[in-house]
């Protein structure tokens, strides 16, 4: 089954919207891990409207599991990871005017600086993980820009409205998985997921690890964040909707 990485952005976006010092990304990240996560994912992003440099100096030499920095494709991204070190960099798109990441890595169209930042960053002696859309050419040019993965975008699975739509999507995200694994990537998954749809992508036996944040960070506001993640890990384990296993106070 699938491991969970916990995406702590948005305990930052709460920091933010006060510029406040709470609350810390960092604890958050602790209590994640207490809880069983195998991971922590960041997003520092070129505009810093959520999380700060600080904030991923400190998640660096806090964080016991893994640190997976996520990031743009510029000069100034790679320089900030060469120099923060994260365990593993995943490269995205990136607009500023976007609410969250809209849509895959173009490797395709941007093979040539997307092999450059990927040299930079192994050579770096960090993994590079390319976020791209459920699409084979997407993949295929993942793999000649000699990425270590490929975590698959699920927003257009978590986003379909009907069974028809999502079993689609579905069988996407499965085809993607295995070329992927074929052309020797290793395959990670994330953007939309919650405990209601998260169960049959953990469920891909190629998907090594999910990456989870808004929807934790949302049931964390209410239940605190170890039960948050604690029951995402339980969503994870199980293809039936997550509202048929709480019940009806859910």
């Known amino acids: 089954m699938a491991l969970l990485c916990v995406n702590v952005d948005h305990v930052a976006t709460i920091r933010e919207a006060r ?11 602790v209590l994640a891990e207490l809880a ?11 505009d810093r409207r959520h999380v700060q440099d600080r904030d991923v100096e400190v998640l ?14 510029t000069e ?17 798109p990136e607009r500023r005017e976007e609410l969250t990441t809209e849509g895959g890595l173009d490797v395709h169209g941007r093979a040539e600086a997307v092999g450059r930042a990927v040299r930079a960053l192994r050579e770096g002696g960090i993994a590079v ?6 699409d084979q050419d997407q993949v295929s040019a993942a793999a000649r820009a000699d990425a270590d993965l490929v975590e698959l975008h699920t927003g257009a699975y978590a986003e379909a409205k009907e069974h028809k739509a999502q079993q689609a999507e579905m069988a996407r995200l499965i085809k993607t998985a295995t070329l992927a694994r074929e052309l020797g990537l290793r395959v990670n998954a994330g953007h939309g997921l919650n405990y209601l749809n998260v169960g049959p992508v953990a469920a891909i036996p190629e998907v090594e690890e999910l990456n989870i944040g808004h929807s934790i960070i949302a049931r964390g506001v209410l239940v605190g964040m170890e039960r948050a ?4 890990l339980a969503a994870m384990e199980t293809r039936r909707a997550w509202s048929e296993v709480r019940g009806p106070r859910w």
Do not use: C, W, Y
């Open 76 to 92: 100034e991204m790679i320089r900030v990871a060469l120099a923060m070190k994260p365990d593993m960099a995943t490269l995205v």
């Open 229 to 232: 993640v604690r029951e995402m």
């Open 19 to 29: 510029r406040a010092q709470e609350p810390d990304p960092a604890q958050a990240a």
């Open 129 to 134: 993980s390319l976020f791209i859309d459920p």
């Open 36 to 46: 069983g996560a195998s991971g922590i994912t960041v997003h520092l992003r070129e």
């Open 60 to 73: 660096r030499r806090l964080v016991k599991t893994k640190l997976n920095l996520e990031m743009a494709v």
